[in-house]
């Protein structure tokens, strides 16, 4: 590409798919990627930008005439177009809507008024709805004489007088029977009617949890809006996977695209986190600081039984959040006392066996007396990693907080501050 | 449930998704489970033993004749009728497949042979498939005329005489145009062609970056074997994003239905490293025994500079991870370099702006000389933290292993023993 053969570089761009010529411009330095824009500009498929991170995304943008963007959000589907605009500043938007033609700028901008991150915004306005008395034949003539449908659907919705979805018929149902069967003998009402208001979490349950390719969307009055399809769900179900995981290890978003400044303020929050944990930590071993002025050995030893404890309850709070994302486990099912007596049984034989091991390792260098306080503190710092990766995300989820954010930085604390306690207080107790 | 009322019972579960009700197995006590069993096992639809979570399902399975299974699993797709039989023992699954009839069976031996986590085992093989000089009006006649097609499907795939699958055209695309069209004229040529040995993450990503619909799937000679559709990757992709994130933390995999001692045994892995890891980094603390001993304040403080070294690593640790599994990075992209340099100066403008704010804190309790030897020990540590994030899962790539799997314990191991070596190194060299 520095190259700047310009003949071979439009040829290269219009012979990749949008995806990979996203990547590329991603995996390029700035001055490149607003290069490779001014030269292929006239051949950018609209596509491209969904593909695009959303810092590249406003980068390209930038670059663009709100003519030109707008040419390329009318292109796109509703979901696709209303997901770029919400990205822009509001007079960047204001010019790129004025620039839309009428009927495209009405739909979009309901589409706006959907809260972020709700069914409104990942549905599609573009769907088949046909009236219940309809036959196969009907439909398909339908279907052949009216221009204006879209191109790619897989369900036709039967809709009763008050346009409510009432049933939904595969394509390949109605292809399979004759012209005279009635849509109604061949629809199933076993889909899943989602509001425009649902959250995409659950959403994206609903799609995984039943196993659907498509759903409708409703009004608040039940009225047929449009209808998702599982392709715009796959992302949300990977964020939400992401999501849960990365706030246990602290970290808020894979901020890959974005440039170092912003990024090193974004991870600020969990570091300032983790300096509060720790300092919590130092403020309890400060309290033993005679002992350990006497037996340095504990100082040498204490970081074994924290971070024994830490990774034990990681191992717990990682399971218990996935389990209460996936709704296996409900915050007030009834079968929550027994997960919750499962994992703490799991950290006790695991806290006898680490215990024994190490404790044993640990007579054979310091002597018995250190060897069997290292074993009673691991034992009860590890039983506590169970009880306290266990009931931290349930208390969070019954209080309606998401479990997954900051459980893991709130665990270490408790797993430190509770491991050095016990360690260098039993010693206190027992070896003074 | 405990009640026992037979009759109601029966009607609940008849009325449930098979999803709903392999949750409600799941959530139900083993003794439960075996009296549920007992009196649904008639009105158990096959759907559900997919819906069950692998330790739950042998339960179920062992509850069922093999004449019951055999049943059950003739009645599912392929992929998911492979996807029981394969977790099932060698003598119970050849029990279960005598028990299939011949032309089902031959079908799912065909899938046993498939690699696990390849493309073969994900794909159906019910699909249709039509001539390339076949119109609209034949292929429905066809569709029409053939009861023993598949009952949902998306695509009609065009092949040439070898079998080869050379364009795929959607249903809705054909119901929208005239008998008389040919289906060479509708088809689209740009689908992704898999082969069947590929590794189930690779098809992932295909869907992914494409947003595809469904891919069809070729045999070694490029013949048309299956085809795959999205719902079938929602769960892979899933996974991935699942698993990624779960080697970082150190988990194996979210065994929450497993039983306590089995749990506990899996575990046993990553807390025998984070032992290893702790042991060593005690090691490092002791050859400072001397240092501590004269300072006990060293021992104090220590973790912190530790614990900062630990979550910034594993900040951007898993920004890498998730990068390499998008394929957003590329262990030997023309961007690498770059990225690492982003990375390091990330962690430098942190490392900068924590160490200033702690040692100035530390300075005013312990005094200046240890607020200087701690600021400068987390510089050292955060600034190795991002070299070690971006350089461990880079190498790993690099040499083909997985990046995600002990990348996190693996990078605590070396911020913990450079961070207590540059911390109790700088305050032997200039405090004593």
């Not at 900051?406 to 010693?427: K, N, Q, R």
């Amino acid at each position: 590409v520095g190259e700047g053969d310009l003949a071979q570089i439009e040829k290269l761009v219009d012979e990749l798919h949008p995806a990979d010529f996203a990547d590329l411009l991603q995996a390029l330095t700035p001055d490149e990627r607003r290069f490779v824009i001014k030269v292929c500009r006239h051949i950018l498929e609209p596509e491209t930008l969904n593909y695009l991170d959303e810092v590249v995304r406003d980068e390209v943008i930038g670059l663009m005439s709100p003519g030109e963007v707008a040419q390329a959000v009318s292109e796109l589907e509703t979901d696709d177009a209303v997901d770029i605009l919400e990205d822009l500043d509001e007079a960047e938007k204001q010019r790129v809507l004025r620039a839309i033609p009428a009927a495209d700028r009405a739909v979009i901008e309901q589409g706006l008024t959907y809260p972020e991150d709700s069914a409104g915004r990942l549905m599609q306005r573009d769907l088949v709805a046909v009236p219940q008395h309809w036959t196969v034949g009907e439909a398909i003539d339908y279907l052949r004489a009216n221009q204006d449908l879209p191109d790619d659907f897989y369900d036709l919705f039967v809709v009763d007088p008050m346009h409510k979805p009432i049933g939904a018929v595969p394509l390949s149902r109605a292809m399979r029977n004759k012209r005279i069967v009635k849509l109604e003998d061949l629809m199933h009402t076993e889909f899943r009617v989602v509001p425009a208001t649902m959250d995409q979490e659950s959403v994206a349950y609903l799609f995984r949890q039943y196993g659907l390719m498509s759903a409708p969307v409703v009004d608040d009055a039940g009225r047929l809006l449009g209808v998702i399809t599982v392709d715009d769900v796959v992302h949300v179900i990977e964020e939400e996977a992401e999501e849960d995981l990365l706030g246990i290890v602290g970290v808020s978003e894979t901020d890959f695209h974005a440039p170092a400044l912003e990024t090193a303020w974004r991870r600020v929050r969990w570091l300032v986190v983790t300096l509060c944990n720790s300092a919590i930590a130092s403020t309890v071993i400060s309290q033993f600081e005679a002992t350990i002025e006497q037996i340095v050995a504990l100082a040498i030893l204490m970081p074994i039984v924290a971070a024994m404890g830490g990774n034990a309850g990681v191992q717990v709070i990682t399971v218990m959040v996935r389990a209460l994302a996936t709704r296996d486990l409900q915050p007030r099912g009834s079968n929550v006392w027994r997960v919750v007596g499962k994992e703490i049984a799991v950290a006790a034989i695991n806290a006898a066996v680490f215990a024994l091991v190490m404790g044993t390792v640990t007579s054979f260098f310091f002597g018995l007396p250190i060897g069997l306080v290292l074993g009673a503190a691991m034992v009860f710092n590890m039983i506590w990693a169970g009880i306290a990766g266990t009931l931290i995300p349930l208390t969070l989820a019954r209080f309606g907080i998401d479990p997954a954010i900051g459980a893991g930085p709130f665990l270490t604390t408790t797993t430190d501050v509770f491991g050095f306690f016990s360690f260098l207080g039993l010693a206190t107790l027992f070896l003074l």
